[in-house]
């Protein structure tokens, strides 16, 4: 591992909201980065950018010694593994994935690269596609710590924090914690909404109540002027968001933890998906729960005063 950031080859495969944001800042900083993605769209636009288009993984793999995945599934990013294994096994080279992924599949991942004289870091993000268009991402990284040193750099500029978190499989364990904590909190907020919407009450003065009493949390203290935005550009799907409570309960089996908040939450995300609503940013959660109870979500304007 002689080669440093500054001097090595990038790869990136996977250049959408967030892999797109990334590459391109990656690209900015004056890396060599070398780019792929089933779009070619995508591709053409990181070109235009700076980078190199590369037409399948395997020329990734060939060209670059450090490459970076940001994909929407795990079952995606596993097939893309095992392609890009094919030409760059016995090289020392390194994959760095950035997706939400399993904990049981990054670890088998793992040891099958470094069977096969390479290596796995897993850094997956919270933050989004503002965050990783404006470095603002958090990483959240499982792996060897020499291999992290070598990666973190990288990392570094173009996100605002690293957490190495231990071996691989704790950063998405500790990703998927994070999760929990954001959707569970948006959704109860959301249920609290439509209860003292149903009953007529001014969703405005109750926020005003619900923090200064102490009982608000991070999504009404900071994300719910939003609500009343329907249709925004997706960054973050709700198709994504249910894979992800997905991933929660199958980690919860595995600890031996019961997870019945998570459940509810994955069986919502699966109600949003059969209600054509997949593909809709996670901030249209409202319009799910409209739906589901039969109510309007309104906040009405801020005073002047």
């Not at 949390?217 to 719910?224: A, H, K, M, P, T």
Request: hydrophobic fraction near 45%.
């Amino acid at each position: 591992m002689s080669a440093t950031p500054e001097n090595e080859k990038l790869g990136f495969i996977g250049l959408g909201n967030i892999g797109g944001g990334v590459c391109s800042n990656l690209v900015a900083d004056g890396h060599s980065v070398v780019a792929f993605d089933l779009d070619a769209s995508r591709v053409e636009a990181m070109s235009k950018m700076g980078a190199r288009a590369a037409s399948s993984t395997a020329e990734v793999a060939g060209e670059s010694e450090l490459t970076f995945l940001s994909l929407p599934t795990p079952a995606s990013m596993e097939e893309v593994t095992m392609q890009w294994l094919e030409r760059a096994a016995g090289t020392g080279k390194v994959l760095v994935d950035l997706t939400t992924n399993s904990p049981a599949i990054v670890r088998a991942l793992g040891q099958r690269l470094e069977s096969a004289g390479t290596h796995l870091v897993e850094a997956p993000v919270t933050g989004g596609a503002p965050g990783a268009r404006n470095r603002q991402l958090v990483f959240i990284v499982g792996g060897e710590p020499g291999l992290v040193d070598r990666v973190r750099p990288l990392l570094e500029s173009v996100g605002r924090a690293v957490f190495h978190l231990g071996p691989l499989g704790c950063g998405n364990v500790v990703k998927l914690v994070n999760s929990l904590m954001a959707f569970t909190t948006m959704w109860v907020s959301l249920e609290g909404l439509a209860i003292a919407a149903k009953s007529d009450i001014d969703l405005r003065l109750l926020l005003e109540m619900v923090r200064t009493s102490g009982g608000a949390n991070s999504y009404l203290e900071r994300r719910v002027e939003q609500i009343n935005e329907r249709g925004r550009p997706a960054e973050f799907a709700m198709e994504l968001a249910a894979k992800d409570a997905g991933l929660m309960l199958e980690v919860g089996r595995e600890c031996g933890v019961p997870m019945p908040v998570a459940s509810a939450l994955h069986e919502m995300l699966s109600f949003a998906k059969a209600q054509g609503l997949g593909q809709h940013d996670i901030s249209d959660m409202v319009e799910v729960m409209e739906r589901a109870a039969a109510v309007e979500i309104r906040l009405p304007p801020l005073s002047d005063s």
